[in-house]
């Protein structure tokens, strides 16, 4: 489920390739020393590893009567990563905006559209300062080593969050 989700374009015919081999060979998804299986595990771990990326650096603004954000995920991980926010954030109406997809909860239902540009998205709110005072006060070791905090927090995410130009001071 979640390998079908990554942006390779041969996860079809890896998918389609790993299904005849297992109508044979059930125990085959356990070997992971087979290049297809390998594959697939890869492809998965990487689209996980997307929408954790997604529930930690997603950034709601508010516009009008709802939030939105904008998110650019590496994978198509908004449908699988959106239920996260309708537990998370069930009393609010929101939207999360993505270059292929979007995701909007009413209250009641999440419902999925097309996609869109990031000019599109709201630019900024009055919650900035909060993340940024926020991010400001409190003392996380970690920060101290940038290099272990890009590992975490690639800089191409930081264009989106708030906080991330206090980062170098």
Known sequence: EAAICHREPIRFGLLYRLLFRLQKDRDLIEVRSDPDISKLYRLASEVRRDSH??????????DEERFAAWFEPDHYTLERTAPFFVRRFA???WAILTPYRSAAWDGERLLFGDGTRKKDAPRSDAMEDVWRTYFASIFNPARLKVSMMKSEMPVK???????ADLIPS
């Open 91 to 93: 009393s609010m109406q």
């Open 53 to 62: 990326k997604m529930k930690a650096f997603v950034r709601f603004r508010e």
């Open 157 to 163: 995410y930081w264009r989106n969050l708030p906080e």
